[in-house]
């Protein structure tokens, strides 16, 4: 079976983590820590990086870190993963949907603009599958609506808008480095950000708001959202070597591209003039004129042993959300649609080049 995608680890990662367990520093402090968030953050061209367990960590705090008053709605797209949406419940605010562009499945900012009241405080654009939302307008819009824009770029790691780094356009920018992520720590996340204030919150609460004149002494409740020491070190082994991973990626893309020309009845990725994608994942989705779905495609694949995964569902169609009562009798066709005929095609950065012929041949099996 050809793997969706596996990290590439090497030696220097190995040579860290045995230099952290070495010098007894595996907790959350130690010399990876400080190092792998002053790269991180000097990667995505911002003043700050504050590492956390995971990326919905990150999300969670992020948000936190605003301190809106509560029932404040925060503008997200329905295209994207649950934690999202948790992040802005778990703060008292609002969610509000809008759908996504139907070439980047990337957050329409004319939809946005439609959804922005009264009580609107932030915009959380997603950079789905290594392509960037439309930043410009976004940044357009909070600026004169007064908004904060968290963005999402756990798929992005490196993706550029005009020149500008994925995490480093919005007031805070949020990554995972969970396994399947381009810079992975195993299970970690990181807040990006130039504003010192929003960089010293989201510090204080994801170690448990200790005040820094008392030990053991608190005003705020916080929360305990450390990264290790020794998922820091993988982190910094992989940031030391992420252009040649990007360029990797984008090499496979070209490759899938090339491979799946003439194949009429796919949709694939874009790439947006302003944009540099990072091609997180190949992701293709099926034209209207195939008579079956992204699940009957994904069980063909997997009989030609090739692995694939399916795209988000909707946040507006998730149980847990209708049970509450939220985002009763909305509809987002773009997202309902790509939701049941998209799927991402092995992307690993192991991926051998005769691999991927094989998985376009699969697929014009399939679609034949
Ligand atoms: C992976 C991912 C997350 C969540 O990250 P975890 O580290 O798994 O918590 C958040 N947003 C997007 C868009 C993701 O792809």
Known sequence: MIPVSEPLLDERALAYVEEAVRSGWISSAGRFISEFERRWAEYCGVAHGVAVCNGTAALELAVEALQLPPGSEIILPSFTIISCVTAVLRAGCRPVLADCEADTWCLDMAEVARKIGE?????????????????????????????????????????????????????????????????????????????????????????????????????????????????????????????????????????????????????????????????????????????????????????????????FVGMHEQPVFRERGLFTGERYPVTERISRRGLYLPSGLGLQESEIHAVCAALRNCLA
């Not at 789905?128 to 909070?142: F, K, Q, R, T």
């Open 119 to 311: 009580r609107t405080r932030a915009v959380m654009p997603v950079h789905i599958y290594g392509h960037m939302a439309e930043m410009d307008s976004l940044m357009d819009l909070a600026r004169r609506h007064g908004l904060a824009v968290i963005e999402d770029a756990a798929e992005a790691h490196g993706a550029e808008y005009r020149d500008r780094r994925a995490g480093g356009i919005g007031t805070m920018g949020c990554f995972s480095f969970y396994a399947n992520k381009i810079v992975t720590t195993g299970e970690g996340g990181m807040i990006v950000t130039d504003d010192p204030n929003l960089a010293e919150q989201t510090r204080s609460l994801r170690n448990l708001c200790f005040r820094p004149d008392r030990r053991f002494w608190h005003s705020e409740l916080g929360h305990n959202f450390r990264m290790t020491n020794l998922q820091a070190a993988i982190g910094l082994a992989q940031v030391e070597r992420i252009e040649e991973h990007l360029v990797r990626k984008r090499r496979m893309a070209a490759l899938y591209r090339e491979g799946l020309r003439d194949v009429a009845c796919l949709h694939l990725p874009v790439e947006r003039l302003k944009v540099k994608n990072v091609y997180w994942m190949f992701a293709v989705v099926l034209d209207e004129s195939v008579p079956f779905d992204a699940a009957v495609l994904a069980v063909r694949l997997r009989e030609q042993g090739v692995d694939t995964r399916p795209f």
